[in-house]
């Protein structure tokens, strides 16, 4: 194993944080958040009339003194959270100084190991094609409690990238498969012709959905000057350019252009969209951007 | 146009393939793993919209290497221009500086257009060519002899001056570019000159001679002569001034004395004509100025100047019984003070320098008075001559050509009866001589000037001539030199000389150009009784001080003036007549196969198509820094 994704001390710091999230969701099992369902917590939420099947034991006796009818107390539900880490591990993750794919491991990692010790499920996802030429993604499928920390970190030393893949069809699948929504960290380049695809798929269930745009410094400053015949890593499609002060100024035009396409894409849809770029530090990244983002507390 | 080297251009059809091939090879692009083209290729299909442009800014490099390979190759195969001008191998340049180049018709001056004749033909000099200046007119120098450097025999042209002295002796130089020219195969002799120049008969240049006439006015006048006559009261100035050119010109003549103007005369100058004014003015005027207003192609003749003789007078002493022939002829002549001594007369107490000429007339002292002496019927020997006996009914006849004692004197008609047969000692030259026997005998021994005339004037009809008081003139002029108003004016070049005796230390001069230079350094040379300074170029008041320990005591002055009708006569001639070994005499400017080599500018443009190609290569660096400079200044 190499470096450890996380070190102590950053883990220290982010026990006290907490994902926020913008409205309840419903959970699977009992846990520490509030839930759109009625349940038995110690907070109050609503009376409704007995009807027959309902729990006696709910039925609030003071009000049938006063109305002599019956009427149920009911209470908000506190239910755990599933938050859905994605994380793109296709070959264009893997570039770049600090590497793309690892720093989007760690992000994962730090979001998971929050989401873990507020007692939340946390669900692991990798894009891209593990395995033989198929296009199944491979996935953790749950853990909760700190003690689930170990396998979730396991789970992310052990990613490796795969030589493609296809954002779009992934995200489809993700969506299909997924049982209950909740948070939902997507760490990606989006370098994939079907970004939009893939955002719209994700939204079109009731996700809390954040794009962590992960992007190396070589990719946002491209350090080129002369002619040269650009291979991508992922496809092999070759493009041939000649750098020149003008090309790159317009590269950089190009690349603005298109991160607010993606933010403007993002914002029409209720999707937090950070942009990420890799020579920042993981710690100021998290401690900082994202709590400033509200994606923390 | 032609090429010296057509063979060159091959080399283009080797490089040029070859710069093609490496572009091609160039064009093989590094290839760099990217994380995914997708933001490169959307980027792309914009720049491919404008494709066009784009292919040919990529092979802008391309085409400038070839357009420099191109320039390259043209220089090495030495394009050159057929001009006229010269295509020896061995140039002669012969470049003409005599005081008549000065005129200003070929602006600024006509010696400039001669160098820049020169220079010409310096650069169609063909590679490996070698070139030798020499400068004509009065003093020749060569100041760049066969060399192929083409530096030296700019600043050899450069360096070249006007000079005023002595006239346009084509013959010093022809002889010597003869000389140089038969030594080598491929000779050339061009001559740079307005053509106003001497040629000597009996030479054939073993080369083809080239004359590049220079100049093409023809209108000159001249101040060609100017006197101060000191009369007992005042002064008597004579002024003349000749029209050199083919048209009547007017021309206001201003005269200044002692640098005001004093008088202004219109003239009228017929062509080839001279007219003259003469006037009295004060007795205590020190120098005139003949000035001729308005202006003519040589401004250098157009001024003369003439300084007073008044007072400095030559002290003469005449040993005679009474000779009236004599007395008079000497009273006649301006700037003598004539003291006759009886002949009975044994010792001579003054210095030389009290009374520097001494005439024995028809008596010889036992004792000689120093100084210059001229002997007339002397009656016995002396340390400078021996008398023999007497001849009867001499024939007088001149010897020799132009003897200046014999300048305008005409001897035909004069008849003598009887002379003493005198025999000379090796110092003396006879200028007039009967059958052998000397009758005039003029000559130097020990820094003292002897005249000696054979026969007594009483047994000759020789004063009641015309040609006695010339002779008379002639030889005080000889044997008193630097004095009298002659000797006051020089011409340019003519040493300036003047009898100091040993008491003199030094001697100045002061140039018209207001330097002074002294005997103590060298520049005026004191030797045999003599103060003499070569160095007359510049036309002018030349001022003379005599210093006897370190008092001034005396001051003459000298006008230097360019009395030369051949220079002042500047009509440019438009050929030479030259034998040559061709067996052609004319030297006209033909069209010749002179070859103007251009390589070096197209070198020129090679290395600025050079510094392009650097430029577009590094673009991007430059589009940096004007970035860097836009934010600066932002």
């Not at chain 1, 992934?170 to 969506?175: E, G, K, L, Q």
């Not at chain 2, 100035?237 to 050119?245: E, K, P």
């Not at chain 2, 002018?540 to 320990?549: K, L, P, Q």
Request: hydrophobic share 45%; charged share 20%.
């Amino acid at each position: 194993m190499t470096e450890p994704l996380l070190d102590s001390t950053l883990l220290k710091k982010l026990d006290r944080l907490a994902i926020l999230t913008r409205r309840a969701m419903a959970g699977d099992i009992q846990g520490e958040r509030r839930s759109p369902r009625r349940g038995s917590s110690v907070e109050f939420a609503d009376f409704r009339p007995y009807t027959v099947g309902d729990d006696i034991r709910q039925i609030d006796w003071n009000l049938y003194a006063r109305a002599e009818r019956f009427y149920l107390k009911l209470f908000v539900a506190e239910e755990e959270l599933t938050v859905h880490l994605l994380v793109d591990t296709s070959a264009s993750m893997d570039w770049g100084t600090p590497n793309k794919l690892r720093y989007a491991r760690q992000l994962a990692a730090a979001f998971g190991y929050i989401a873990l010790s507020n007692l939340d499920r946390v669900t692991v996802t990798a894009f891209g094609a593990s395995g033989s030429g198929s296009q199944h993604a491979a996935a953790l499928p749950g853990v909760r409690g700190k003690r689930g920390a170990v396998p979730l970190f396991g789970f992310l030393q052990r990613l490796s990238p795969s030589p493609g893949g296809d954002l779009g069809k992934a995200c489809h699948r993700y969506i299909q498969t997924a049982r209950t929504p909740g948070p939902l960290l997507l760490c990606s380049d989006l370098l994939d012709p079907g970004w939009k695809d893939a955002l719209s798929a994700l939204s079109s269930r009731p996700f809390e959905i954040t794009v962590m745009h992960t992007l190396a410094p070589q990719e946002l400053e491209p350090d080129l000057d002369g002619d040269f015949k650009l291979v991508d890593v992922e496809s092999g499609t070759p493009v041939e350019i000649s750098a020149d002060l003008d090309l790159l100024r317009r590269y950089r035009e190009h690349l603005a252009a298109w991160r607010a396409e993606v933010e403007s894409f993002c914002s029409g849809r209720g999707i937090t969209y950070l942009p990420v770029d890799t020579s920042v530090p993981i710690e100021e990244f998290v401690l900082g951007r994202m709590r400033r983002r509200g994606v923390l507390r | 146009m032609s090429l010296i080297a057509p063979l060159a251009l091959l080399a283009a059809a080797v490089v040029g393939p070859l710069i093609v091939a490496m572009y091609l090879l160039k064009l093989r692009r590094e290839e760099r793993p990217i994380s995914s083209t997708f933001l490169w290729q959307r980027m792309v299909r914009d720049v491919e919209a404008n494709a066009p442009w784009q292919k040919l800014r990529r092979s802008l490099l391309l085409l400038l290497q070839l357009l420099l390979m191109l320039l390259l190759v043209f220089a090495l195969a030495r394009p050159f221009f057929a001009t006229q001008g010269i295509s020896g191998r061995n140039l002669i340049i012969i470049i003409d500086h005599s005081a008549s180049m000065g005129a200003i018709d070929e602006p600024p001056t006509r010696l400039e257009a001669a160098k820049q004749q020169a220079y010409r033909l310096i650069d169609q000099l063909p590679d490996g060519g070698r070139a030798t200046i020499i400068a004509a007119g009065g003093q020749m120098a060569v100041p760049a002899a066969a060399t192929s450097d083409r530096r030296e025999l700019r600043r050899a042209v450069e360096q070249i001056t006007l000079s005023n002295a002595g006239g346009s002796d084509l013959a010093q130089p022809l002889t010597l570019a003869a000389a140089l020219a038969a030594r080598e195969e491929d000779s050339e002799v061009a001559i740079i000159s307005d053509g106003n120049v001497t040629l000597p008969d009996d030479l054939r240049v073993p080369a083809t001679v080239s004359y590049f006439p220079i100049g093409r006015s023809t209108e000159n006048a001249a101040v060609s002569a100017i006197a101060l006559q000191a009369g007992p009261a005042s002064q008597t100035l004579f002024v003349q001034a000749t029209n050199y050119g083919q048209q009547v010109t007017e021309r206001r003549l201003d005269i200044y004395l002692d640098g005001s103007v004093f008088n202004a005369y219109n003239l009228t100058l017929e062509p080839g004509r001279e007219q003259s004014i003469v006037a009295e003015i004060p007795a205590q005027v020190q120098v005139v100025e003949a000035r001729l207003a308005g202006e003519d192609p040589l401004p250098a003749d157009d001024r003369a100047i003439a300084v007073s003789t008044l007072g400095d007078a030559l002290n003469v002493r005449l040993v005679s019984n009474g000779n009236r022939f004599l007395a008079t002829g000497l009273a006649l002549l301006p700037g003598l003070r004539v003291t006759t001594v009886p002949t009975s007369t044994t010792v001579f107490t003054e210095t030389v320098a009290q009374v520097p000429v001494t005439i024995l007339d028809g008596v010889v002292p036992p004792t000689l008075p120093p100084g210059n002496l001229l002997f007339i019927g002397p009656v016995r020997s002396t340390e400078f001559f021996s008398v023999t006996g007497e001849i009867e009914f001499p024939v007088v006849r001149p010897v020799g050509g132009d003897d200046p004692i014999l300048r305008n004197v005409s001897l035909s008609e004069v008849s003598v009866l009887k002379a003493a047969r005198i025999v000379p000692g090796s110092w003396g030259r006879v200028v007039v001589d009967s059958d052998g026997t000397p009758l005039l005998v003029v000559g130097e021994r020990e820094g003292r000037r002897v005249a000696v005339l054979a026969f007594d004037l009483h047994n000759s009809d020789l004063p009641l001539q015309v040609a006695f008081p010339l002779l008379l003139s002639n030889l005080m002029g000889y044997l008193a030199p630097g004095s009298g108003a002659e000797a006051s004016q020089l011409l340019p070049g003519q040493p300036l000389a003047l009898q100091v005796d040993e008491t003199i230390g030094e001697v100045r001069v002061t140039r018209p150009d207001g330097v002074t230079v002294s005997s103590r350094n060298g520049a005026v040379q004191i030797q045999g009784g003599q103060a003499i300074y070569a160095d007359t170029e510049q036309l002018g008041v030349y001022t003379v001080e005599e210093f006897a320990g370190g008092e001034l005591v005396a001051r003459h002055r000298y006008a230097v003036n360019l009395f030369a009708p051949g220079e002042s006569r500047i009509a440019a001639q438009r050929d030479l007549s030259i034998p040559q070994v061709s067996g052609a005499q004319s030297t006209v400017s033909r069209e010749r196969d002179g070859r103007q080599e251009f390589w070096r500018w197209v070198a020129l443009a090679a290395l600025i198509v050079l510094i392009v190609e650097w430029l577009v290569y590094q673009r991007n660096s430059l589009s940096y820094l004007r970035e860097r400079w836009r934010q600066r200044r932002a």
